[in-house]
Each structure stands twice: as structure tokens, then as C-alpha cells.
């Protein structure tokens, strides 16, 4: 029998420095900024706005963590390649059915199937499918293999029972036990990282350059929610006033992360040796990334909530306002602890301009729309322009 002359195509490609994001990437991430925009909808349809905040962080945890994994596994191995690219596809297709579960994750409506079961086995079978596919790309690396073992046994599976058990209980009970979860698997899989220290970033450039389009696409999704909820109102001047105010909200903090900050983290993660690069990896991408995505939708949610007020003529309240703020303010913090770890350095503007906003919390929720978006716009581009005059002087 003669032998089959075609090579066997590899079961997956190890990823090398200097890799960067692939296509596919970009499309599982369209994906996740799906569920984002559903669990910004927790917030500003919830009747009960303290509780719908609480309900949408937790929600966008599980989800940021759904995210997290595949952007570790994309950067152990390539994303478009192999056995990978099988377990993204798959993994694309239940981040969906979880951002379509979102909407009835608390509060599971008449008919049909069960939402909370429906958001957590979706969910879990996201994680079990990473756990499977990186067990396997681990090849003869037993350190990495005995290191993925040890996170799914100590953190994913007692976090999944949490989320079993919450998705049984009741309404009011649900919130708790999903928190606790969360809490969990963030805090073990966090120190278990330290201790193991078998996991590697494989391209320093591939990881920085899939968390900088994450914050970019969070970006994108306030800019339509703003477009959209304007949209709704009647064409006029203060209509397009807020819109351009907002949207220059949106370019601040763009300008915020991606001017010198993106590049001085990634340089960070770069200068070190590849053994060494996932402690300093797991602190700014895999921690402070989602803060910042968290602060980008609430200062949608903030916007949103503002938009309607402008025809009406009428303050936009305490809890629109707080939104604003808080969004503005723990994304402002969020990045000069990004700066402090990378680069060991405080920028004093960006503090600032945090205190201000919070102090500024109760003012804001009694001004309009316009005023208040004014305002906060103004905060956050006299710190970046102090900030930047310094850099220069």
C-alpha cells in the first residue's frame, strides 16, 4: 500500500515572539462585544439601578473571564491553526448564546428555556472547552500541563459549583452566590499563578495588541450606544451638542490609554525574559484590563441615561451622574496603576482629576446634560494636557 505523500497538518502552531492578532481573534471579539453591549442593558433597563449594577459587573466578570482564557490560549498557540482555531469557533458560538442569556440571567422570563442554567452552562462549557484545548497544545511541557490541571481543579471547578448552585436559587439569592464565584476564581486562579509559574507569553506584542483592540472595541460600543440612544430624540442643537460632547468623552479616554500608555506597557511586558513576562502580564492585561473596559461602559451607561434628559430640560440626576463620574474617575485611577506597575511612575494630573470627579459626584447630578458633560469633558482633557506639557517641559 503506497504511503499517503500529504503531510499531517499540525494539531496546533505554537505562537512565537512577535506574533500578532489574527483574524479570527478579531472576529471572536466582535462576538464578545455582543455581550458587553447586553450587560450595559442589565444596568439601563433594570428597574432597581443599584441592583442592576451590581447584577451587570458581575455578569461582565464571567464574561471578561470567558475572554481572558482564549486571549491566553491565542497566545500560547495560534488562534487560526489547528485544534485551536476549532475550540475559538466553538467557544465564538457560546460566547453568543451567553450574551443572549444575559438579559434573563436574574430575572428569567416566562416561556422557553431557563435562563440563569442557559447563561452558566453556556458559560461553563466556554471554560471546559479552553481547559481541554490547553491541556492538549501543552504537549510533553508537563510543568505547563501539571500547572492548568492544578487552576481548573482549585478554581474552575469549585467557581462552577458556585454558579450551578446560584443558577438554582432564587432571584434574590442568585447575585450572591454568582458574586462569590467570581470573587473566587479571580483571587485563586490570581495566586495560583505566582506560585506555579509555569504559563508564558509567548509574544509580548500579540498579547498587548489583543487587549489595546478589547479597550478600542469597548470604546466603539459607547460610541453606539451614544449614536443610538441620540438617535431616539428628535434632531436638534442640544441633541447634537450632547453627541458631540460625549463623543469627545469617548476620544479622551482614547487618547487617555493609547497615546504613550498602550506602548510603555507593552514595553514593560517586552523587556523581560519570556519566563518572566506573565507575572507582570497577568497584573496589567488579565486585572486592570477589564477595570477599564468596566469604566468605558459606565460611562456609556452615564451617557445614555443623559441623553434623554436634553430636550426635557432637566437635571440628569444622581444616578446618571454617578455613572459619569465613577466610570471617568476608575478609569483615570485604573491607568495610573497601570503606569505605577509598568513603569513605576504616578502621574499626579491623572490622580487629581479622579479626586475632582469624585468630589464633583453630587454637583453633576444636579446640572443638565449638557453642563454636566461639559464639565467632566473638561476635567479629564485639562489633566491629559497638564499631563502632556509636563512630559514635554
Do not use: C
Amino acid at each position: 500500500m503506497p504511503l499517503d505523500p500529504r503531510p499531517r497538518r499540525p494539531l496546533a502552531a505554537t505562537s512565537r515572539d512577535g506574533d500578532r492578532v489574527t483574524v479570527l481573534e478579531l472576529f471572536f471579539d466582535l462576538v464578545f462585544v455582543f455581550a458587553l453591549h447586553q450587560g450595559v442593558g442589565v444596568i439601563t433597563h433594570g428597574k432597581h439601578p443599584l441592583e442592576s449594577l451590581g447584577q451587570a459587573l458581575v455578569l461582565l466578570a464571567l464574561v471578561w473571564w470567558s475572554w481572558s482564557s482564549y486571549a491566553w490560549l491565542g497566545n500560547q498557540a495560534r488562534a487560526d491553526v489547528g485544534i485551536v482555531r476549532i475550540a475559538m469557533i466553538a467557544a465564538m458560538m457560546l460566547v453568543f448564546v451567553v450574551g443572549l442569556a444575559i438579559p434573563e440571567a436574574f430575572h428569567d422570563l416566562p416561556g422557553g428555556l431557563d435562563g440563569p442554567l442557559v447563561f452558566v452552562i453556556a458559560y461553563l462549557l466556554i471554560r471546559v472547552v479552553h481547559g481541554v484545548v490547553y491541556l492538549t497544545i501543552a504537549g510533553p511541557d508537563r510543568a505547563l500541563r501539571k500547572q492548568v490541571a492544578f487552576t481548573l481543579s482549585t478554581a474552575f471547578v469549585p467557581a462552577a459549583v458556585l454558579l450551578v448552585i446560584g443558577a438554582l436559587a432564587g432571584d434574590g439569592a442568585r447575585l450572591g452566590w454568582w458574586a462569590a464565584a467570581v470573587a473566587y476564581d479571580f483571587l485563586v486562579v490570581y495566586v495560583t499563578a505566582r506560585v506555579g509559574r509555569s504559563w508564558r507569553v509567548k509574544s509580548a506584542s500579540h498579547f498587548a495588541e489583543r487587549h489595546g483592540l478589547i479597550v478600542l472595541l469597548a470604546l466603539g460600543e459607547s460610541v453606539v450606544a451614544i449614536g443610538a440612544d441620540a438617535a431616539e430624540e428628535p434632531v436638534g442643537v442640544g441633541i447634537i451638542a450632547g453627541a458631540v460632547l460625549a463623543l469627545g468623552l469617548a476620544t479622551a479616554l482614547w487618547w487617555a490609554y493609547f497615546v504613550r500608555l498602550a506602548d510603555l506597557v507593552e514595553e514593560s511586558v517586552t523587556e523581560r525574559p519570556e519566563q518572566d513576562r506573565y507575572v507582570i502580564a497577568v497584573d496589567v492585561y488579565t486585572y486592570l484590563h477589564p477595570v477599564l473596559v468596566a469604566a468605558i461602559l459606565l460611562v456609556a451607561v452615564g451617557v445614555e441615561l443623559s441623553m434623554p434628559t436634553i430636550e426635557e430640560g432637566r437635571a440628569i440626576g444622581g444616578f446618571a451622574a454617578w455613572m459619569l463620574v465613577l466610570g471617568l474617575a476608575v478609569f483615570l485611577l485604573t491607568t495610573v496603576l497601570l503606569r505605577a506597575r509598568a513603569a513605576r511612575s504616578w502621574s499626579l494630573p491623572r490622580i487629581a482629576a479622579t479626586v475632582m470627579l469624585l468630589a464633583l459626584g453630587p454637583l453633576v447630578s444636579g446640572l443638565s446634560a449638557l453642563a454636566a458633560l461639559g464639565l467632566v469633558l473638561a476635567i479629564v482633557v485639562a489633566a491629559l494636557a497638564t499631563e502632556r506639557l509636563a512630559v514635554r517641559a
